[in-house]
């Protein structure tokens, strides 16, 4: 995309940034609210570096979770434009329910989707450990870190009904990503629809 996602105005030129489109979402469940990035956006979070012997997201959720005073966690990337609250609730929920479980996250293809999923604070210390055998060059695969946590796997046809759009998992990784998903916000805003 060529800049931070997360800072991109959205839907217009004209707007707030993109994160703050992902917090309005999110926020009502989710408070207190940290940022693992380099700026609070504006939006009166906490913010937190990420893991400085882990590159790339894995390390943004090290710290993040480090950083948590809750016990669970609901992790969101900030460029996913429609996240949708009652799948969040969810696998709280489920987080909740089972009690051991480091971690629920949705499969999606047969693949889980570490970036809408919630995690324990406690699994910091197994990620962190898993992340830096890997090296500090090359960071490791978030799938393959998150799957040795043994999470809770929720199945497609569970979620599904709760986002039949896999909206949640849709993040804008390109101008295109970005422009379907300014179309589809500025139709739903003029609509009535979600923020």
């Known amino acids: 995309m060529g800049r931070d996602k997360a800072s991109l105005p959205f839907p217009t030129p004209a707007d707030p940034p993109l994160i703050a489109r992902v ?9 207190p609210c940290l940022i693992a990035g380099p700026s609070s956006f504006g ?28 016990d ?5 990337a900030a460029d996913v434009p429609f996240p949708v ?25 047969g693949l889980p989707e570490p970036l809408f999923a919630v995690y324990r604070k406690s699994a910091s210390e197994s990620l962190r450990q898993m992340a830096e055998r890997t090296g500090p060059k ?14 809770v796997l929720v199945e497609e046809d569970e979620w599904r009904p709760l986002d039949p759009e896999a909206s949640s998992f849709q993040s804008c990784n390109t101008p295109e990503d970005l422009a379907q998903a300014a179309a589809r916000a500025t139709l739903e805003k ?4 979600t923020p």
């Open 72 to 76: 669970l966690v609901l992790v969101c």
């Open 85 to 109: 609250l009652r799948l969040a609730e969810e696998l709280i929920w489920r987080a909740r329910e089972k009690q051991g479980a480091a971690a629920v996250v949705c499969l999606r293809d």
């Open 138 to 151: 090359h960071g490791p695969a978030l799938r393959s870190v998150v799957a040795a946590l043994g999470p």
């Open 43 to 70: 939006l009166g979070c906490l913010v937190v570096d990420d893991y400085a012997t882990v590159p790339g997201p894995v390390g943004g959720l090290i710290a993040g979770l480090e950083a948590s005073t809750e």
């Open 190 to 193: 003029t609509s009535g629809g």
């Open 23 to 31: 917090h309005a979402i999110l926020c009502p469940i989710t408070a």
